[in-house]
Nanobody, 120 residues
């Protein structure tokens, strides 16, 4: 199983980006999908989660600026970043709970990360 994240880049403050993360391989099912971020010199922190049925949860004040969504048919999770601020600069990682077969338990898989840089 591979998770391929994309969509990061350099944007000015106030701008927007849409991050995508697609899972590929032999997948039986995907549970919770999440986005994390890690700023330079800091730990990796949870940004948002979304369940298979579309229930979302955001950390802190990010709700309202960030929106997580998913396309179950495409095994893909998205993160819309709006009104970006310099403090949003970080590597953004996707995370998915994936089962490879009927008998397999759901295990966490990570994408490789995509860099978001917000200039002031």
């Amino acid at each position: 199983v591979q998770l391929q994240a994309s969509g990061g880049g350099l944007v000015q403050a106030g701008g927007s980006l849409r991050l995508s993360c697609a899972a590929s391989g032999s997948i039986f099912g995907i549970g919770i999908m999440s986005w994390y971020r890690q700023a330079p010199g800091k730990q990796r922190d949870l940004v948002a989660t979304i369940t298979k049925t579309g229930n979302t949860n955001y950390v802190g004040s990010l709700k309202g600026r960030f929106t997580i969504s998913r396309d179950n048919a495409k095994n893909t999770v998205y993160l819309h970043l709006n009104n970006l601020k310099p403090e949003d600069t970080a590597v953004y990682y996707c995370n998915m709970e994936i089962a490879l077969s009927t008998w397999d338990r759901y295990r966490e898989h990570w994408g490789q990360g995509t860099q978001v840089t917000v200039s002031s």
